[in-house]
């Protein structure tokens, strides 16, 4: 794998091989890398889990990140994404971390002579977020073979509900999508369901962040008037199956997406998220740098 740029280019084999692989690195069977590696991670775009799980994933491996700024770099003189790409491999990084406002930015990246993690593009695609919410269906429930699976929220936006679709789907869970009209996205292949007929018989309930800073025209919701329609309430909480996990990829609005009082419920695994993300994304690195021991 020289790239991981969306959930499209992993098979069904790659996805467990990295899911495999991060369940032992969270064992604690692991090895750091025996070359000296850098990184850069390159993030447009605001961050917390992503880009210190990637972090700390790196310190895990024996990997030097290589610091950067985009709002005290040359980005602020008009330097494009390609050069600033360009500029870490030529001072000697051996792989990029990006995220990224563009959709798909990384098109433009075919002449670059070392590796691509996307760490968000846009309204495209979150493949390592995807792959730690496999990860932790996966270290739940052992298979995704019909499993019920609903993701909740601003479909149209959310790059994680495309990549968690494609993958979940191709494994073999069942997928639906609840959302408002105006969120809905119609070129994925999944149906709606209304939250309510869906609550009861969802062995996973996926919820999304309500993305204001992508809404060119706001749709008229108050947060409670959102949470009543479209989050988890303690009442559909409660019409649960009792094996049923929540999942979100945070940063979380609390008392909208999801009452406050269940986040670190039982039946809530988003801080356990959030721990799995550095593991996947020490798996990711060990693919991309060819340093699997």
């Known amino acids: 794998m020289n790239n991981l740029l969306s ?20 064992s604690g069977n692991y090895t750091p890398v025996k070359e000296e ?13 992503t880009k210190a799980s990637f972090e700390m994933a790196e310190r895990r491996l024996g990997i030097t990140s290589i610091p950067f700024d985009a709002d005290h770099s040359s980005v602020t003189k008009g330097e494009s994404l390609y050069d600033t790409c360009r500029t870490m491999e030529a001072i000697g990084c051996d792989a990029l971390v990006i995220r990224h406002g563009i959709t798909e930015y990384y098109d433009e990246m075919e002449d670059l002579g070392i590796p691509i993690i996307n760490g968000g593009d846009g309204s ?7 792959l730690l919410d496999l990860m932790t269906i996966y270290d739940r429930f052992g298979t995704f073979s019909g499993l019920k699976v609903v993701i909740a929220g601003d479909i149209t936006h959310s790059r994680v509900a495309k990549s968690n679709q494609q993958a979940l789907s191709k494994l073999g869970a069942e997928v639906s999508f609840c959302a408002p009209e105006a969120w809905q996205d119609d070129s994925m292949a999944a149906p709606y369901v209304d939250l ?33 329609q479209y989050g988890m309430t303690l009442a559909r909480h409660q019409r649960m199956k009792e094996s049923a996990i929540i999942m979100h990829p945070a940063p ?3 008392d909208v997406e999801i009452d406050g009082r269940l986040i670190e419920g039982p039946r809530s695994v988003i801080f356990e998220q959030m721990k799995n993300g550095v593991f996947m994304r020490m798996s990711v690195l060990q693919e991309i740098l060819g340093s699997e021991n």
């Open 124 to 130: 495209g695609s979150h493949p390592t977020q995807s």
């Open 7 to 26: 959930m499209h280019q992993l098979t069904d084999t790659d996805i467990m091989r990295l899911i495999e692989r991060a369940l032992e690195m969270k």
């Open 252 to 254: 979380v609005n609390r």
């Open 196 to 228: 309510d007929d869906a609550v009861e018989e969802a062995d996973v309930i996926m919820l999304l962040r309500v993305q204001h800073e992508r809404h060119d025209d706001a749709v008229d919701f108050t947060k409670k008037g959102y949470h009543m």
């Open 37 to 49: 590696k850098y990184i850069a991670n390159l993030f447009f775009e605001p961050s917390t889990r």
